[in-house]
């Protein structure tokens, strides 16, 4: 097997495993459960010393960061298409949206979630939560206002990339931050568009455990 996905239920390795899901790729899934310290692990910290997901492994080459990861597997299948390689200008627009969810996004997402990464301060934990919320708010609204004006519904251009189910990841995580994603109606539309595709929905399955992961 020379493709392998460590990935884990509700992080944001939901979007290289719809990517994988996209392409057909054959590939092993390793399921970890961040619950249960899984990435924590002697095996895992040996594979990827960051103990994060997601982590590809490609014929032998770690390859961790979701944006490494995705242009991994769009050049591994091109016919799929997984990012605009043929059209310089649309996959500078993909790499904008991959680059502001990795470093803008989901960073504001971890100042909610796990304010101890960034301080041991409790004062500080506090406010960064605050600031992370409003960021993540102000990150929605921006979203929601890109596929607004989208004429395709997509992010980038006129047809499904792998820069949607990055998306997707976020709209998840609203859940966990109590907001109403009804107040994001373009947003939302995108999502439920999302789950109704076959590739999506076996990547959903394969996250909760309820699908055979690859060759396992
Ligand atoms: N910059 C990384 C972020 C990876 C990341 O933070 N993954 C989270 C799940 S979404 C994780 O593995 N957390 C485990 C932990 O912090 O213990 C990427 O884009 O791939």
């Known amino acids: 097997m020379a ?41 895992f910290l040996s594979i990827s010393p960051r103990g994060r997901v997601p982590v590809l492994v490609a014929d032998g080459q770690v390859i961790t960061e979701n944006v490494a990861i995705l242009t991994a597997i769009a050049h591994r299948y091109p016919d799929v ?20 969810f990795a470093s803008g996004v989901h960073i504001a997402f971890a100042e909610v979630f796990r304010p101890e990464r960034f301080t041991d301060d409790d004062t500080a934990k506090a406010a960064l939560k605050q600031g992370g919320r409003r960021n993540v708010l102000l990150a929605f609204d921006e979203i929601e206002a890109i596929l607004r004006d989208s004429p ?9 990339t792998a820069v949607d189910p990055y ?50």
């Open 152 to 160: 395709s519904g997509w992010l980038v251009g006129d047809r499904f």
């Open 167 to 216: 998306a997707l990841v976020f709209w998840r995580w609203a859940e966990r931050l109590e907001i109403d994603t009804a107040d994001y109606p373009a947003f939302t539309r995108h999502a439920r568009r999302l789950f109704d595709r076959p590739a999506v929905q076996r990547a959903v399955a394969r996250e909760t455990g309820k699908a055979p992961v690859g060759a396992d």
């Open 3 to 43: 493709l392998t996905l460590y990935f884990a239920p509700g992080a944001s390795s939901l979007a290289p495993l719809a990517a994988l899901e996209e392409a057909g790729a054959d590939y092993n899934g390793v399921r970890l459960v961040l619950a249960d310290q899984d990435q924590r692990r002697p095996e």
């Open 81 to 100: 298409s997984l990012l605009p390689l043929e059209a310089p200008s649309l996959l500078a627009r993909a790499y904008e949206l991959i680059g502001w």
